[in-house]
């Protein structure tokens, strides 16, 4: 059973002759006259739900909030001054009882000051606060519910416009007849329970809404939904969907409660008496969601949606109009699809609109819903994995910035009262000229070829869930690994897939091994708790006889959790056990640091290297004296020195020149272990009388008490990633005071691009990667006199010398970059062998003509050759259905990137190997 079913073919005679008038060859005619006089104002809207299980809203999905004061420009642009605004109630009511109402209060002040209006909308489908477990049917939530809407009453007291609850219909039967949101409840027992949960509390926050704002406007929002089906039992059906569409309102207003009627006698025998008795609620404006799939058509073979023979917006609006008598919204609309495509669906919402208006309903706006694409709704935000959803005003690009179309264009002349037939009418291309016939099989409009070519269109390649396998803490001091795990679970959660983060087993009160989870993001924490021994240490490593049972344990939540055949990403050869019994997909080792070579490294680790070098289908080097000491084991390993995130660390400078005052600090950033030489930083304290030495990190794998210890030596402690900023404000120079020793022969400290981001003098020991790369920028020292001396000097070194100097080797190492390379080639083998090895460069061809070609030049191409199944799976797999054909159509034009015939030098102009490459082999 599906959320909306049939529709009832008798209507109002009014109703119906709009609906043939429709029909008819005096149609333009008519609706020539009707353009003249009806006015349409246009409402804006932005996407906003919260994903109770995956802890985000689609607003930040999108970007939405990043963004704000630049999307109502554009509504301003274009003459609207009314909108949908969603309170987060999930985010400012994160504690009972407690509201955070700062970024509600900015964002609202902006409306008013702008002299928009707001309806503001309390829940919006599932966003409720995630600590309601139960969801809609948790004991707490109507108290806190009606809590939330009196604390909203009071606030804000300015509000003109309000919706208590967005689509209490639609959001109520997926929740709890058809199991599809949470709390996943089924069947008209489960819908009942919902609804007796959720609707007195909306009754209740009505009374104090009508009380606190009793000059504001209640707008009831809900799915505009009509059903139809052949005769027999699919009409009978369509029947009752027809009248189960109304129960909410009709419960709400106290009307209509015929007993005899279908859905409503069904809705009372599942124990939905009490409600019967609900004091009637004020309604003052009655909004309706319209979309294609709002129309069902039903028969023996089952059911079809979008409708074969849809009635239209018009007819159904009045239908809805004549039952309540409410002035009307056209709350919601939309098409997903291309921007083409959703440009004619405006021209026939808007024709719709205006016939209904000349018929008498009372209808006082239109809203495209939302101004920018939404994300997500593929899966019907099962999960959270940035999908885009192509239905917005404005595409939405993967930064989060908006694109102007075609369709934006057309909506903002729309917007600003063009008539219709200054709106243009792009012929549907596929899917949707098939999905949608039935809408404009009869129109006689001047149809034009879509724009060649469209917008680009993301691209979601297939991915496999990603097992990291780390031997640091995820919450330890932010390093390589956070850095580029953090990127690679955006990009593989944004295909669809999860990224499990599993830390070196630890002891703990438990009687028996078990596995701990915690969900942060994109990315799930594992961690085995094994039973604490006497004299254990507190660092375990993968393959202690302890840890034994972290393998089966791994294995069956991973199997729980539907994850085959997992990626694998290990960061200490300890792990390589657990990595096969996984049964990988693939394996890639980031070789970070000589681990072998640092204090309490287990046994055994430089044979578990060697054989994780010959096992790896990828294999990566951190450091260049790494990748020296790895490459003549595994030529092919590809070399990554650590990145910067540079905007991060800009912040520093912003606060060092809010208080340029100098503070005579030398500070160093990260753990402090066996690596540093200790007693340097003891005698460079003394040497440095009037300055400060500000250690900041946590202690590790030495004892505290060997710590140097001054009366200008400062340990601060370890601090997040996201206050290294202020921590590096603090500082006049930093330092890098490594011993050259057995541990640091290899390494390639992240901090030194980290420190000099934030804008500060470096001075180090000569780690040899650090001579080797940063010799122009970096001050080095042998001794702590000389150290001591050039903190002196570096201090009034002109910090725009030093920029243009690192600035060319930041531009090359941001963490985002080297994450989007390493990605592409441990996703390289993937591709089959009887089609072609899928490097960055093909991969980068690929999507460019995925993304670039219009289906309207393409003609009757299409793929053939054993290529057709690897790009379907790369870039289709997993993009949302109603855009399957239209890429596939693209990808039938990627011979056009890599011709038969090759350059100058005979080499295949887009990947620069000879011609003819695998590529357009395949695609001859």
Known sequence: MTLFEFRADAGPRRTDAILQDTASGTREEAASTLRSTVQRPFIGAFESTFLPAAGVDVGETTGVYRHWPEHLDRLQAAGVTRLRYALRWHHIARDPGVF???????????????????????????????????????????????????????????????????????????????????????????????????LPAVNAAGAVFAELLPDAEHVWIDTCEAHSGTSGRPAEYAAFANDRRHLLLDLALGRHLDRERPALAAFLAAGGEPLLEL????????????????????????????????????????????????????????????????????????????????????LRGFSWFPLVDSADWDSLLAVSAGHRDPVGVYDLAPSGHCIRTEFTEAWERAARGAPLDELPAYRLQAPNDELLHGFFRDLEWPWQDAPNPEPPIPVYPQAHDLVVLSHLRWDWVWQRPQHLVTRFAEDRGGRGARTWFVEEPIPGGVPEPELWTEQVGRITRVRLVVPMEPGQGTRLSFDDPAAAPYRRLLGELLADEGVPHPDVLIYTPMALDIARSLDPHRIAYDVMDDLASFAQAPPGMRERQRELLETAHVVYAGGRSLHRGVVGLRPDCHLFPSGVDVEHYAAARLLRAADPAPRQVLGYVGVLDER???????????????????????????????????????????ADYADLPAVMAGFDVAMMPFALNEATRSISPTKTLEYLAAGLPVVSTRVTDVVTDYADVVCFADDAASLAEACRRVVDDAQEDRDRLVRVIQDHQSWDAIAESMMGLFEAPAARLDAMR?????????????????DAALGSARLQGPLVTTLAEAAVASATPFLRAPLLARLSAVERLHPMSGDASGDCPSCGVPAPCSTAVACA
């Open 100 to 198: 955070d109402w700062e970024q509600t209060d900015a964002e609202l002040a902006e409306i008013r000051q702008r002299g928009l209006e707001p309806i503001v909308d309390l829940v919006h489908h599932t966003s409720y606060p995630k600590r309601l477990e139960g969801g809609f049917a948790d004991r707490r939530f109507a108290a806190e519910y009606v809590s939330f809407a009196e604390a909203v009453a009071r606030r804000y007291p300015w509000l003109t416009s309000y919706t208590l609850f967005n689509e209490p219909f639609a959001t109520l039967f997926l929740a709890g007849h058809e199991a599809l949101w949470p709390p996943y409840q089924a069947g008209m027992e489960g819908f009942v329970r919902l609804v007796s949960s959720v």
């Open 676 to 718: 540093l030489d200790l007693d340097l930083v003891a005698a460079v304290a003394a040497a440095l009388p009037d300055w400060t030495i500000r250690m900041v990190g946590p202690v590790a794998k030495i004892d505290p008490a060997t710590l140097p210890t001054g009366p200008n030596i400062e340990y601060p402690g370890m």
């Open 279 to 362: 004091a009637p609620m004020r309604v003052d404006v009655l909004g309706l969601d319209y979309y294609p799939h709002s129309e069902w058509w039903y028969s023996d073979a089952g059911s079809v949606s979008p409708s074969p023979a849809p009635r239209g917006f018009a007819a159904i609006a009045a239908e809805y109009h004549d039952r309540y008598g409410l002035p009307v919204l056209l709350s919601e609309t939309n098409i997903r699809g291309l921007a083409s495509d959703r440009a004619t669906w405006l021209r026939y919402m808007i024709d719709q609109y205006d016939r209904a208006v000349a018929s008498g309903v009372p």
């Open 838 to 854: 899928t490097d960055p460069v093909h991969r980068a061809a690929t999507r460019a003509a995925a993304a670039g070609l219009s």
